[in-house]
């Protein structure tokens, strides 16, 4: 996820990927996402095995921004927000 300018990106694993994000444009979760304004979904993959999920959002976190933003180009080169679509 980003903000509105594409400054600030935020890893995190669901169970329910479109509550969560629901949750995340409401500013219904204190922390990260709502100090920093973070409401656009732009990447996103699907596991069925929840520590295969921990373990590549592990892997995600640790990638250097530029790695995570080639990430999310090959998926979404324009960068819109994808919560329509799932």
């Not at 995190?12 to 979760?29: A, M, N, P």
């Not at 921004?65 to 919560?83: A, F, G, Q, V």
């Amino acid at each position: 996820m980003t903000n509105k300018n594409n400054t600030v990106l935020y890893t995190g694993v669901t169970s329910d990927l479109k509550k969560r994000i629901y949750e995340h444009k409401e500013k219904l979760v204190k922390g990260f996402t709502k100090r920093y304004n973070i409401t656009k979904l732009v990447y996103y993959e699907i596991s069925r095995d929840v520590n295969s999920a921990l373990a590549r959002e592990k892997q995600i976190k640790g990638r250097s921004r530029e790695k995570k933003i080639e990430l999310i180009n090959r998926m979404n080169k324009e960068w819109r927000d994808l919560y329509n679509e799932i």
